[in-house]
């Protein structure tokens, strides 16, 4: 293994690259397509905070479980989730993977470990936990990971579940995605002291910071939490510092006097995580130009065969309402 | 047969379902005290060991998010909360969650959640610890509610609840405990949605839920040494509502009397009474009586809680009105 290339084979690499660039273009798609109004559901745009979902999802195994928030497009993907359903449900049609009952904020991939997003801040962790007790009752070594932004820890219910997951040793990884707004309010709104990983550590949970706009500290970061959980120590937490190029929701930019400026945008968009990392895969030979163009060619025919399926499958019948409420 | 009471029947519930299936757990806070939660002992952690019964922090709403993400993934938890009050403090998970997963994840998933709330209620216990509120959890789709009012049911209601696919509030009043009753020792279920024919009779139909079912019982045998013949209905569940039962029953009485331990306003008996109304009006011969809560918050005082809470007396009243009309 080559160490100048982070002790991480190259086929890695360049998955980590490739799932990023995905998550990127599939969003970039539903930008473009959005103002055609068939995309009846309000996106969270997840472009800027790549890293933090492909740096965690590739560590795990297809078993592991992966439980996320509102803005959620990217931890469906990055964990494998897909497309042609992603596409459907964006179109509310049947062929959705829910079935266009769930929408933008409700995506799941059973399958892959997708488990179910949440539209409510924090309302997917203490799920994660639970899952993560399951996997202890039944003696699997999977790990649940929990995808949440720093709104959520605002929530008290983090706070019960970082305890309770404590307590039990249980295998379950917080991944906090610090992007600095809870919609629009700012972090410096809301917190007298900046230092997420200290609330955790005060529980006795491992806890760390890294730059979420770099993949591989992300990736290393969670190998590390991973092997805890494996292994019965326990949970880790990651605090993901990263930032949304996108409005909170929806197409825009959030570009406010009271919420940021153009400037703060641009410096954040500088260390974008896909452009960056491919500058450095480049630079170390792993890629060459005409590698990224096949990927880029090769995503973009799959995001347009997607967009025909989600196009294509019928909406829900009438008699669709009143199915699903219960199993 | 054998006569238990209504909190040995639950507590036999719980083992049988843990024998019958290893992935039935029990949790909650104090669930594992010695003398138990209310006479429900849970010492089963000797039989199954304190993975399968254990105690847990004050924290109502991430341990209800702990049940549906273990429910998701294999397992089939019995949250305890030894007041329903509590139960607000996990509204989002409950209600936001667990009710809505199968629906907002297109049927990709279920949870097989019980939460066992129990109704404190007398003895000056106050706003707090005194509620009783299934109405609220009925409003929301993808919740089963349900109430047994005797000892039989409450085994046999309880193990169907284990055993559903569904999030299941299951409400256990506390004035019932010690009501003993025939049940049978072999596990069985009864099904969530259909209600039960308590007393026959021709005049009056009431249709009571949990601890009312007692005191319409009480009313009836009172009634019947005045010549009336009342007809007890109890739904077990308030969803899903056996809305058939009540209904033959109305066709042939004319007369219906709703009771119950939850407020009117909005409530169960509101819902019935508006049901029967729009679907069976030609049907009655009388207007609808309802009993419950009065619009206030539960009192301290014995004084104020003599005229709080219902008892036979009122359904009494009631039907005479009806019977008198």
């Avoid at chain 2, 924290?59 to 998010?65: K, P, Q």
């Avoid at chain 2, 005797?150 to 309880?158: E, F, S, V």
Wanted: charged content about 25%; glycine content about 8%.
């Amino acid at each position: 293994m080559n160490k100048s290339n982070f002790g991480i084979p190259d086929g890695k690499l360049i998955e980590m690259y490739e799932t990023m660039l995905k998550i990127r273009l599939v969003e970039e798609k539903c930008i473009e397509l959005h103002p055609e109004q068939l995309m009846k559901s309000p996106h969270h745009y997840y472009i800027g905070q790549e890293a933090v979902a492909v740096g965690v999802c590739v560590a795990l195994e297809k078993e592991d479980h992966v439980f996320s928030s509102h803005r959620s497009h990217g931890h469906y993907i990055a964990k494998g989730g897909g497309l042609d359903k992603f596409m459907a449900e964006m179109y509310c049609k049947i062929d959705g993977c829910s079935k266009g009952k769930g929408g933008s904020m409700h995506l799941i991939d059973t399958k892959v470990g997708h488990m179910g997003s949440s539209g409510i801040v924090s309302g997917s962790i203490p799920i994660a936990v639970g899952s993560a007790l399951a996997f202890k009752m039944q003696n699997k070594k999977n790990v649940a990971v929990t995808f949440f932004g720093d709104g959520a820890a605002d929530e008290g219910i983090l706070y019960e579940s970082i305890n309770f997951a404590a307590l039990k040793k249980l295998p379950v990884i917080f991944v906090c995605e610090n992007n600095f707004f809870a919609s629009f309010s700012k972090v410096s709104a809301r917190w007298a002291l900046d230092n997420i990983p200290g609330r955790a550590e005060a529980f006795g949970v491992p806890a760390k910071r890294v730059n979420g706009m770099d993949v591989i500290e992300v990736y290393t970061a969670t190998q590390e939490a991973v092997k805890r959980a494996r292994n019965g120590q326990g949970p880790s937490f990651i605090e993901a510092i990263t930032y949304r190029f996108k409005a909170h929701c929806s197409v825009g930019d959030d570009v406010d006097p009271k919420l940021r400026t153009k400037e703060e945008l641009e410096h954040w968009m500088k260390k974008c995580p896909i452009k960056n990392f491919e500058k450095i895969l480049v630079d170390k030979k792993i890629l060459i130009t005409q590698n990224i163009n096949q990927i880029k060619h090769k995503l973009q025919k799959q995001i347009e065969r997607a967009v025909e399926f989600g196009r294509n499958s019928p909406l829900p019948d009438r008699d669709e309402l009143l199915k699903d409420v219960f199993k | 047969m054998r006569r238990i009471s209504y909190n040995d029947a639950i507590r036999e519930a719980i083992k049988q379902s843990m024998e019958e299936d290893e992935s039935v757990f029990v949790y909650g806070e104090g669930v594992d005290f010695a003398k138990g939660v209310f006479g429900i002992p849970l010492d089963l952690a000797k039989e199954f060991g304190d993975e399968r019964v254990f105690d847990i922090p004050m924290s109502e709403n991430a341990l209800t998010g702990v049940g549906i993400g273990a429910a998701i993934n294999g397992m089939r938890p019995i949250m305890v909360h030894q007041r329903i009050d509590f139960t607000l403090l996990a509204l989002d998970q409950i209600c936001n969650h667990a009710a809505k997963a199968c629906y907002m994840w297109g049927g990709n998933l279920s949870v097989p959640l019980v939460i066992r709330a129990i109704v404190g209620r007398g003895w000056g216990q106050g706003a707090n610890h005194s509620q009783s509120f299934h109405s609220i959890f009925t409003h929301f789709p993808g919740l089963k509610v349900v109430l047994p009012s005797n000892a039989y049911d409450a085994k046999g209601l309880l193990i169907q609840s284990i055993r559903d696919e569904n999030p299941v509030i299951f409400v256990e009043h506390k004035f019932l405990f010690g009501q003993e009753d025939e049940v049978p020792e072999e596990i069985y279920a009864i099904p969530l949605g259909k209600g039960r024919k308590v007393r026959k009779g021709k005049d009056v139909t009431i249709v009571a839920f949990s601890q009312m079912v007692l005191e319409a019982k009480k009313a009836a045998e009172e009634l019947s040494n005045q010549g009336i013949d009342v007809e007890i209905i109890d739904p077990r569940t308030s969803y899903p509502l056996d809305e058939k039962i009540i209904a033959d029953s109305v066709k042939k009485t004319g007369k219906l009397i709703i009771a119950d331990i939850d407020w009117l306003f909005c409530g169960i008996t509101a819902e019935i009474s508006a049901r029967i109304t729009e679907n069976y009006f030609s049907y009655l011969k009388a207007p609808i009586k309802r009993i419950g809560l009065p619009h206030a918050t539960h009192p301290c005082s014995y004084a104020l809680e003599d005229v709080f809470y219902p008892t036979h007396e009122n359904i009494i009243k009631a039907v005479k009105e009806v019977v008198r009309d």
